[in-house]
């Protein structure tokens, strides 16, 4: 009876401490290893490196092919990193825990590696402290995943951006270790993914100035300090303006202009997206009323971030804000990238047709520079294609971007959407944009993005402009290839 007894409290122990998909230490394990560290500071034991592992893509991976199958990526995941890149057996790795399963009370003396939260995994060396042995284990372990993995018959591909920082170099208290090897796992990410990052003081510098930022937009968020310019669209046919693109811009007391390339990304690494973008909507649905109210039908187009599209609150809050705004959907478009679409169809195409219904305008943003999936895209009741800028820059000059620009325009026309193209800055581009049958285009060839009292002045100036469009035989013969585009 006492030997049945002690079994089933080893069991509950390691339910407690396992994690139920890998088999790994789970976080309460390595966090209570951390503990251990942060009280025996400057102990040889608790000396080493750490490794914060995050799979790039895992996401759209689980939506795509199920949570089962996410589930059996993690399982092959974490075992080739053991086997390649620790050179180690899954068995021979640090549990944490003594014969009955309970939390050891010392550091450990073999790797510990511990699935974190979701995709995350935190591997604990210790003893390894040397900068160019960690170097080279970080770099085993994104080599590692290299090959694609069979997961139910699907050949599946999954990189890994890993951070990784040093004791007692980096810091000598375990927990704060952690957060360093988090940041330089951040920086690996945002240097491209698929990569490693070794801490160093810098990386501190920059996550500190980061969360700062960050702060400061939550505050100009919550003071609504945040303003818009906007960048007309105008019709290929005449040069009737035909809608204006909404671009969010900051202006800082202390810091003056800041550049959303440098915002944006602060906002979508701390989770701010989702506020930043209903203060966008918020101040998009503002002005068309001012405009409404003065007689003049403008519609605006926003950009939607993954992050908000993927909230199920997203639509029937923008619906509630349009009746509070008074303003008719049908002034209002949304534009999203082909990826947030693929990442999970149903309720992307859920999502569209709760849009199109409640009669607001969807345009496909930045078409060309992904992997379209025809037949899916054919599946969305859309209105617009955007063509992307690296085509439209192209288009001059190489007769591939030329055919590519064509049979999208020819495409989107058979599947009863309407074509825009962004970034024209030429007339050459324009021309052919034109020519190539493209219903609407936008760039700073014909508007800079401006501030709403401007752009009610430039309309006024620009009622009467015209464009003259040379001969379609002079332009073909004048785009001629480039040697590396074409």
Not at 156 to 164: D, E, H, M, P, Q
Not at 192 to 203: Q, R
């Amino acid at each position: 009876m006492v030997d049945r007894l002690n079994a089933n409290i080893r069991r509950m122990n390691i339910v407690a401490h396992s994690d139920a998909v890998t088999g790994l230490p789970n976080r309460a394990a390595i966090n209570h290893v951390l503990s251990l560290g942060a009280r025996r500071d400057g102990a040889e034991g608790c000396r080493g490196s750490l490794f914060f592992i995050d799979l790039d893509g895992f996401q759209s991976i689980n939506d795509t092919f199920g949570h089962q199958n996410g589930d059996k990526l993690l399982r092959l995941v974490s075992r080739r990193i053991v086997d390649v890149a620790f050179g180690r057996r899954f068995e021979d790795l640090a549990t944490c825990t003594t014969a009955f399963g309970e939390l050891c009370d010392a550091c450990p003396e073999g790797i510990v590696f511990a699935r974190f939260a979701g995709d995350e995994f935190v591997a604990l060396l210790p003893g390894v402290n040397d900068s160019a042995q960690v170097e080279q284990i970080a770099e085993a372990i994104v080599d590692s995943l290299e090959e694609p993995f069979v997961v139910d018959g699907h050949k599946i591909k999954v990189g890994a951006s890993v951070g990784a920082a040093c004791a007692p170099q980096d810091g000598a208290n375990q927990h704060e270790l952690l957060r360093l090897a988090d940041i330089a796992m951040h920086a690996a990410k945002q240097n491209g993914k698929n990569n490693y990052v070794l801490f160093d003081p810098n990386l501190r510098v920059k996550a500190m100035e980061r969360n700062q930022l960050a702060f400061e937009l939550r505050e100009a968020i919550n003071s609504e300090t945040l303003t818009l310019h906007f960048q007309p669209k105008v019709e290929a046919a005449g040069l009737a303006v035909a809608g204006v693109e909404a671009l969010l811009r900051w202006s800082h007391p202390a810091r003056g202009m800041v550049p959303p390339g440098k915002f944006i990304p602060v906002a979508e690494q701390t989770g701010l997206m989702p506020e930043l973008g209903a203060a966008v909507f918020d101040l998009a649905l503002g002005q068309c009323r001012k405009w409404a109210d003065q007689g003049l039908r403008i519609p605006v187009a926003v950009n939607v971030s993954a992050a908000q599209f993927d909230d199920p609150r997203f639509v029937p809050s923008l619906i509630d804000l349009l009746r509070r705004h008074a303003v008719d959907p049908a002034m209002i478009e949304i534009e999203i990238t082909e990826t947030m679409v693929m990442t999970d169809f149903g309720a992307a195409a859920a999502r569209i047709c709760a849009l199109r219904d409640a009669g607001v305008t969807i345009s496909i943003d930045d078409f060309g520079v992904g992997f379209s999936n025809l037949s899916q895209l054919a599946k969305l009741p859309v209105n617009f294609i955007k063509i992307d800028r690296s085509l439209t820059e192209s288009v001059a000059f190489s007769r591939k971007a030329q055919a590519i620009v064509r049979a999208t325009v020819n495409m989107a026309h058979a599947l009863g959407h309407a074509t825009i193209a962004e970034g024209i800055e030429t007339e050459e581009q324009a021309e052919f944009l034109r020519l190539a049958g493209c219903d609407k285009m936008q760039g700073y060839l014909f508007a800079h993005p401006m501030p709403a009292p401007e752009l009610e002045r430039w309309l006024a100036a620009s009622a009467h402009k015209t464009y003259a469009v040379r001969d379609r035989a002079q332009f073909q013969h004048n785009a001629t290839p480039s040697p590396c585009c074409a």
